[in-house]
């Protein structure tokens, strides 16, 4: 069982920047591949960027260059740094876990608000 708070999120301008975090309630060591995902009124969950436990990451087109993912296997935490945040990012932003062993599962938290406005 993984448990996972988000926490960051907020209202901000057109331009400007939020750092998501997403605390694991074990060690993100050996889980498998973490996440972000978000979802915006009237859409379906889309996913934002992942990380694997080697480190390596993906990122969805429409944020290439302005978000980065990062995880911290001391803290248990994974990150998310948004820059050039546009109205477009507005959406409730979803921390994922996924870990396999004999069988894989996918843990999700409860998400967080993020809402770009002038």
């Known amino acids: 069982q993984v448990q996972l708070v988000e926490s960051g999120g907020g209202l901000v301008q057109p331009g400007g920047s939020l750092r998501l975090s997403c605390a694991a309630s074990r060690s993100i060591f050996s889980i498998n591949e973490m996440g972000w995902y978000r979802q915006a009124p009237g859409k379906q969950r889309e996913l934002v960027a992942t990380?694997?436990?080697?480190?390596?990451?993906n990122y969805a087109d429409s944020v290439k260059g302005r978000f980065t993912i990062s995880r911290d296997n001391v803290k248990n935490t994974v990150y998310l740094q948004m820059n050039s945040l546009n109205p477009e990012d507005t959406a409730v932003y979803y921390c994922n876990a996924i870990v396999t062993r004999a069988t894989t599962t996918s843990y999700w938290g409860h998400g967080t608000q993020v809402t770009v406005s002038s």
């Open positions: 990380i694997t436990s080697g480190g390596i990451k």
